[in-house]
């Protein structure tokens, strides 16, 4: 039986959020922090959606 991947949409949040803080300040060093935010938050929200950080409810 073949696994599909991890996918989670609490990661596509999670990473968006992490990503826009972190795009911020990287687009502050370049110049441009509007831009920095957007790359970051679908960076971020890519990246987080994959990995997949946990369910909302652990027992």
């Known amino acids: 039986m073949k696994r599909k991947p991890h996918r989670n949409p ?3 949040f999670l990473g968006a ?3 826009a803080v972190a795009g911020y300040f990287a ?3 370049f110049g441009s922090p509007a831009v920095g935010i957007i790359l970051g938050a679908l960076a971020g929200s890519a990246l ?6 946990g369910p909302w409810n652990r027992k």
Not at 48 to 53: A, E, K
């Open 27 to 29: 687009g502050r060093m």
């Open 17 to 19: 959020v992490l990503g």
């Open 10 to 12: 609490r990661g596509l």
């Open 48 to 53: 987080l959606y994959r990995v997949n950080p």
